[in-house]
Each structure stands twice: as C-alpha cells, then as structure tokens.
C-alpha cells in the first residue's frame, strides 16, 4: 500500500514539473526575444551615435580607430607595440581618428605620451585621443582572490561596456589581451574587431599543471593536495577554455607574437584562417651604437634585467640565483652587480619591489643589488651598455621584448628555457649560438659562472651572432607585418 502511494506520489510530481515545461519553455522564449530586440536597440543608438562622432567638421566621414589598452601607461613590452601600432597606421591612415581606452586616470594625455617617448623613444606623428575609463579596479587581479581568471575577464566586460559607451569606434583593437571584449564591440557595437595576443589568458600548459596536481603561479599547494578541489578546477579551467576560445573566435584578424603563443591560440581560439604571428618591435636600431666590445668605466660585471616587476616574471629567481654564485664564489676576485631593471603599474607591483628588497638582505646580498624603477630610456640605455650578462626568468615567456633589447645592445642573455626566448629569440644564428638558456637556481648561477669565466675574445664572437639575428625584430618589420595583418579591416 505504502509503496504505490510513494509510486502515486512520483507520478503527480511529474505530472505537476511536465505541466510547467511548456509555459516556462515559452517564457524562456519571450525573455530570449525581449533581450534580442533590446540588444538590437542599443546596437542602433550605438551606430547613430558612431556617426555623429566620426563626422568631422568638414561634413566628411572619418574613420573611428580605438585600441584598448586600459594600462597604456605602465612601460612594459605590451605598451610598445601599442605605440609602434599607433605610429604604423598613422602613417598609411593619416585621415582617421585615433583613440585609445585606458583607465590611468591619474595621468593626462599629454603625460602619457611624453612617458611613450621618454621609456620608447617613439613619438606619435598625429593626434590621438584618450578615454579615460574609471572601472579598470574590475580587472585588477587583487579584486578576485579566488577565480580570479573568470573575475577579470566578467570585469574586462564591464570596463569594455563603460569605453563603448564613451566612443564607438569603426575598428576596434584589442591591444592586451582582454578576449572578453571581443563580442562586445563586434556585436553590440557593430565594429571590424581585431586583436594582438601577448599572452593567452589559459593555456594547454596550465590545464596540465592542474591536471597533474603541481605547485606554480595558477595553482596553490593547497588544491595540489587534494584531489577533490584538483578535479574541481580542472573542470572549472576546461569549462573557462571553452568559453574563452569562443570569445576569441570572434576576432576578424588575430595577430600573436611568438612561435609559442601561436600554438596556443590556435588550440583555444581555432581560426588558423585569420592568425598571423607579428614579432613585438623591438628598438633595434637605438641600440646599434652601443660598442660591442666590452667598455669598463667600473671593474668588474654588471648583471642586469629588464622586465615589468610582475609575478610571472620571477625575480626571486634571478636575486636567488645571484646569491648563489656569489656565496660558492664561483667567480674569482671580480666584483659583481645586479641590477634590476622595470616599470610599475601599480601598489601590488611597488610592493613586490619591497619584497624582492628584502629578500636581497635576507640572502645577504643587498649591497650588491639595485632596483631601477621606471628609469627613462637613455638611462635604460647606459645600463645595457655597461651590462655583460642579461638575465630573464619568466617561464613560458610569450615572447621577451627585454631579451631581445638585451642582445641588441650587446649583452650577452641568459633566458628561461621555454617560451619565445626558446623557441624564436636565442636560436644559431647561422650555426653561432647567440645566448644562452636556463631553468633553476643551480643552472642559472653555473651559467653566469660560466659567461664570465669566458675569453673576452670568446664573448665578443657571441654577441656579434647576437646582434646580427635580432634584426628580424625591428620596428620596420614590425610595421610591415603588423600593416599586412589589419588590412582586411579597413
């Protein structure tokens, strides 16, 4: 009796959910098409609005060209190539209107392009026009202490809703990275979309350091040691693979910097028809009257490093590694220097500075190590050309604007051995090695051991091969590239 009661009961329970189904299948409907029609809305506004702004004074319609780059001001590689982009279509496109998003509003427009030419040496050759954008705390990483890629990328769609608000624009540029916006400007905002990927915010490399529970930079010690919360965020990443490949498909063109970077975003975007690699520019050409042969004003060698003070590009490594070829005295009698080299975006990045500080006295070496913090580029110029060894440890580096610098000027590099500095940067160089590549402390110091336990001869012969093969990186052939690969969108 008891049991065809609870049969009883599971039918009217079924019964009650199959009477629900078609009328919320039919509200779902409505709620689909009233969302579409008011999206459509906005698109309209959106294109009236788009041509109010691009009519200029003349009556002419001028061409809108935006790029976002919401930390325009922060002097890093990424920077560069938005200024070297900027310059390269002024110059085919002199007509069009050219703006860049950016959230540094504590700085005015004037001040951010004279901070272009002061660390780039690169001037503009046309006006462009800034729009400051007051959300970008939502794509600050210290505001998601957990899920943090899915919590600036949801940011980045907001911050990308607040610049479409403020000027539509004909074509649209994703200049660092945030896909997010992608669908946002080609959908809503009717635009030609574009984008130049640095670096791919996931990638096959940190699903397999989930997948086989290591400790690294996406992936704390606690989740490695259960296999629970392991799984759990395996799912959670292919689940963010899956929607961030389809973001990115939006893309009409899509420009990669590195070998590297390339098969990544050809594994989670697949538009292999649309993709180019595009090498970073690199100010070559500056670094050419630099000497080549080794100019001492002090005794001893100079260490240097050139990179952006964020997490990924681990100097703890580098002051680690130092601290162990000078306690095995490894070199004999020559006195030695470190001295690291990069720009600061924000508090987090200042504070990381301190950090490092003091792990320099706590390793006992503070007094042969400097920090230069967002130093102009003439300074930055004079330190390289004094350096005889450059060092780079990011793992999996997407491409390595500094390594490049480095061996411009005729330092001779020791990068991480992965990434673009492994794949496209310190190769032979017509049968000449160019540089050399580590991966721990231990292999780091023997290495710097090594280098300056070298003939001066000997050191020469490297960075003449050096200097030669970094030619392919040039501002020139950045722009014939990069030229090559937006013409569809104009």
Request: aromatic share 12%; hydrophobic share 45%; charged share 20%.
């Amino acid at each position: 009796m008891a049991a065809a009661q609870g049969v009883w009961s599971l039918c009217s329970f079924l019964r009650f959910f199959y009477s629900l189904f078609f009328p919320g299948l039919i509200v779902c409907g409505t709620l689909c098409v009233c969302l579409v029609i008011i999206l459509w809305g906005i698109r309209l506004l959106l294109q009236r609005k788009k041509k109010l702004v691009s009519t200029s004074k003349t009556g002419k319609n001028q061409m809108v060209i935006a790029f976002f780059h919401p930390y325009c001001n922060a002097g890093g590689g990424g920077e560069r190539v938005l200024w070297c982009a900027l310059r390269a279509l002024q110059k085919k496109y002199p007509e069009a209107v050219y703006v860049v998003y950016t959230g540094d509003v504590n700085v005015s427009g004037q001040q951010i392009l004279e901070g272009a030419f002061r660390r780039f040496n690169i001037r503009l050759i046309l006006p462009v026009q800034f729009v400051f954008l007051r959300k970008r705390y939502l794509v600050e990483d210290s505001l998601y202490p957990h899920f943090t890629l899915l919590g600036q990328s949801l940011g980045s769609v907001f911050l990308g809703w607040e610049a479409l608000m403020q000027c539509v624009p004909d074509v649209y540029i994703d200049s660092m990275g945030y896909a997010f916006t992608l669908p946002l400007f080609k959908y809503i905002g009717g635009c030609q979309v574009g984008s130049y990927v640095h670096y791919p915010i996931i990638s096959t490399d940190m699903l397999s350091i989930v997948k086989n529970q290591n400790v690294g930079l996406n992936n704390a010690a606690f989740i490695t040691r259960n296999p629970f919360l392991s799984k759990v965020k395996l799912i959670y990443y292919y689940l963010f693979a899956f929607i961030y490949g389809l973001v990115g498909s939006c893309s009409d063109v899509v420009m990669v910097n590195s070998s590297w970077t390339l098969n990544h975003i050809l594994s989670l975007w697949k538009v292999g028809n649309c993709t180019n690699i595009v090498y970073p520019p690199c100010d070559v050409q500056t670094f050419l009257d630099i000497p080549l042969h080794e100019k001492k004003t002090t005794p001893g060698h100079v260490l240097v490093s050139v990179g952006q003070f964020r997490p990924e590009k681990n100097h703890p490594l580098q002051i680690k590694a130092f601290a162990k070829l000078l306690n095995k005295k490894m070199v004999e009698s020559s006195p030695l220097k470190l001295v690291l080299i990069g720009g600061c975006r924000n508090k987090d990045d200042e504070l990381r500075v301190n950090q490092l500080r003091r792990l320099s006295e706590d390793l006992g070496v503070q007094e042969y190590v400097e920090f230069k913090i967002n130093i102009p580029f003439d300074e930055l110029k004079n330190y390289l050309s004094e350096a005889t060894i450059g060092l780079h440890t990011m793992w999996n580096e997407h491409f390595g604007i500094g390594v490049v610098e480095c061996m411009a000027a005729g330092t001779i590099i020791l990068a991480h051995n992965s990434g673009g500095p492994k794949l496209d940067i310190v190769v032979p160089h017509e049968g000449d090695i160019t540089g050399f590549l580590a991966e721990s402390e231990e292999g780091y110091a023997e290495t710097m051991a090594h280098i300056l336990s070298m003939s001066a001869e000997k050191r020469l012969q490297i960075r003449k091969s050096a200097r030669a093969s970094v030619s392919r990186f040039s501002d020139q052939e950045f722009e014939v590239a990069f030229l090559s690969s937006v013409e569809k969108l104009f």
